[in-house]
C-alpha cells in the first residue's frame, strides 16, 4: 500500500548512506589508511586583536576622542608607543606597527616584525593579561619626524599587526588618532638618516 511503500523507500534512502560509509572503511582499511580530512580554512575574523598605548602600562584609546602622545626620545627623534592585546593565537608571534600621517599619506612608520613569545614559562615581550588575552609590552614605535610641529595636531593612522608563527594566521586592528604633545617636545628640529624603520628589538 502507499503507507508501507513511504516507509520502504524512506528506509532505502537512510540506510544507502551507510552502506557507502561500510564501503568507504573497508576500503581505507585496506590501502592502509585514509587520509585526514583537510583543516578547515583559516579566518582572520576568529581572531581578536586590540590596539593600544602606554609606556609603563596598558592604555586604552578613547574611542570618542582618540588621542596619541607624541614622545620626543631620551637619544633624540620621536616615537609613540603602541601595543596589543590578542586573543585565539599561540603565545608565539610576530607583531608589527605601521604609522600613516593622515593629511599627506605619508608612513612615517613602515612594519618591521618583532617576535614575541612565552618559552618555557619566560615570557619574551608579551605576558598573560588580567583578562586572559595575551599582551604585548610598550612597543617603540619610531617615526620618521624631524619637527613635532609637522605632526603635532594631524591625525596619524596606527596600525597592528599580529601573525601567528606556526599557522601564518593574522589578525590586526587600526585606528586613526589626534597627536599630541602634553610633555613638550624640543621646539626645534632633529636631524633624521635617510631610512627610519624600527620597532622595538626582537628575535
Same mark, same amino acid.
Given at each position: 500500500? #502507499? ?8 528506509? #532505502? ?7 557507502? @560509509? @561500510? ?17 578547515? $580554512? ?48 599561540? $603565545? ?20 618591521? $616584525? @618583532? ?42 593612522? #596606527? ?19 589626534? #597627536?599630541?604633545?602634553?610633555? $613638550? ?12 624603520? @624600527? ?5
Amino acid at each position: 500500500m #502507499v503507507p508501507n511503500k513511504g516507509r520502504f523507500v524512506r528506509s #532505502v534512502a537512510l540506510g544507502r548512506p551507510r552502506w557507502i @560509509a @561500510a564501503v568507504g572503511l573497508v576500503g581505507c582499511l585496506s590501502l592502509g589508511g585514509c587520509a585526514p580530512p583537510p583543516p578547515p $580554512p583559516i579566518d582572520a575574523s576568529d581572531s581578536t586583536v586590540e590596539l593600544g598605548t602606554g609606556q609603563l602600562d596598558w592604555e586604552s584609546i578613547d574611542r570618542s576622542n582618540p588621542t596619541i602622545e607624541l614622545v620626543y626620545g631620551a637619544q633624540g627623534g620621536f616615537h609613540v608607543w603602541g601595543r596589543a592585546r590578542f586573543s585565539t593565537f599561540e $603565545p608565539d608571534v610576530d607583531v608589527s606597527f605601521r604609522a600613516t600621517r593622515v593629511s599627506d599619506g605619508r608612513e612615517l612608520h613602515s612594519p618591521s $616584525p @618583532a617576535r614575541r613569545r612565552i618559552e618555557n614559562g619566560v615570557r619574551y615581550g608579551i605576558y598573560l593579561a588580567p583578562d586572559g588575552r595575551l599582551e604585548t609590552d610598550a612597543e617603540l614605535v619610531i617615526l620618521s619626524l624631524d619637527c613635532a610641529r609637522n605632526l603635532v595636531g594631524d591625525q596619524l593612522t #596606527v596600525e597592528v599587526t599580529v601573525r601567528e608563527r606556526r599557522t601564518g594566521r593574522t589578525g590586526s586592528a587600526r585606528q586613526t588618532m589626534r #597627536v599630541v604633545d602634553e610633555i $613638550p617636545s624640543p621646539a626645534g628640529c632633529v636631524s633624521l638618516p635617510d631610512v627610519v624603520r @624600527a620597532d622595538a628589538a626582537g628575535d
